[in-house]
């Protein structure tokens, strides 16, 4: 897929936003007569990934609700919004239906990422496949209410659960999560997980906790994971994850150390790199063979600001 589809401040789910209509939510009327539209779309959520259609090698990930239900999406329709005055909803699949459709002839169910990294859905609907993708992990996960144990039921088109029993009120949840690029002068440091491609290195991550800023966040990572101490800490935007739930909160973090001790539970191997190489890296030419994150994720950007910035100041 060509870099170009997610430009320098543009990774996936982050752009094209649906307008959300909230509210809407709360009229019941309306989003029945919504999800009886003929100009209504769904899009089919199976785990990590989605139910399309091929058109070559593009594919359609917004179905008609007709569609939806004859690829045996299950009842329960979440509605994510407007777009072009055409609603959205979102749906979940069983694994059965799932394993059903591989006997189709036009509908296929296909992973999520792998789509969108090699260009095969278009850009323009990754967020709303996001909000899908969360909001029906989150039905799946949370059919029972966390207070007295009964089953939840679906309200506000989707947007919360409410318990019958104890009427407690339940919401979707996001997680928050830093994502980093520490640097020290003219270097940057970048580790590798065991389940990364062979020779791919990224920018460290890691969940904020309790009551805890996204700036001591970065910091407590970095020196949990990589034995560097930080200090100054700026925001550099955000990134919608849909793994299952997550905002990915990119910032940069100046080093103040130099010795790396890597924790060998989050890292497998972390270490310090020029810009020349991180270039080299970008444009996939470095001689080792290494490489960095696909643009699609916040990573990428993360590490391409810095290069260009620099490039920019000569």
């Known amino acids: 897929m060509s870099f ?3 430009p320098l401040g543009q990774p996936a789910f982050s752009t094209h936003i649906i307008d959300r209509a909230a509210h809407l939510r709360l009229d019941e009327g309306k989003l029945a007569e919504l999800a009886a539209a003929p100009s209504s779309r769904a899009i089919v959520i199976c785990r990590d990934g989605l139910v399309v259609s091929f058109e070559g090698t593009a594919a359609r990930a917004l179905l ?22 055409a609603a959205l909803f979102a749906m979940g699949m069983s694994r059965d239906a799932a394993d059903a459709l591989a006997v189709s ?3 296929v169910v296909a992973d999520l990422r792998g789509l969108a990294t090699r260009g095969a859905l278009a850009v323009a609907d990754l967020s709303a ?5 969360s909001m ?11 207070n007295c144990g009964g089953r939840s039921h679906m309200k506000e088109g989707g947007w919360k659960r409410v318990c019958p029993a ?9 997680d928050p999560v830093v994502i980093m690029l520490v640097t020290s002068g003219d270097n940057c440091l970048l580790g590798r997980q065991k389940q990364f491609p062979v020779g791919m290195y990224s920018c460290l991550a890691g969940f904020v906790e309790a009551a805890e800023t996204f700036e001591d966040a970065v910091r407590r990572e970095i ?10 800490v700026s925001y550099y935007q955000t990134q919608p994850w849909p793994y299952p739930s997550s905002l990915m909160i990119g910032c940069t973090a100046e080093a103040l150390n130099q010795d790396i001790v890597v924790d060998g539970l989050e890292l497998e191997h972390a270490r310090w790199f020029s810009r020349d190489e991180v270039a080299a890296m970008l444009a996939r030419q470095h001689p080792d063979g290494l490489t960095l994150p696909h643009p699609f994720a916040i990573a ?6 810095w290069i260009e910035d620099k490039a920019g100041a000569k």
């Open 4 to 6: 170009e589809a997610f």
């Open 64 to 85: 008609s609700i007709d569609e939806a239900v004859q690829c045996g999406a299950n009842p329960g329709m979440v509605f994510l919004g407007l777009r072009d005055e």
């Open 105 to 107: 002839d036009h509908f």
């Open 129 to 133: 496949i996001a909000i899908a993708k």
């Open 136 to 146: 029906v992990n989150w039905h799946q996960r949370h059919g029972y209410c966390a």
């Open 166 to 174: 104890c009427k407690a009120e339940h919401f979707p949840r996001t």
């Open 223 to 232: 020196l949990e994971e990589a034995g560097i101490r930080c200090g100054a």
């Open 300 to 305: 990428h950007h993360l590490v391409r600001r």
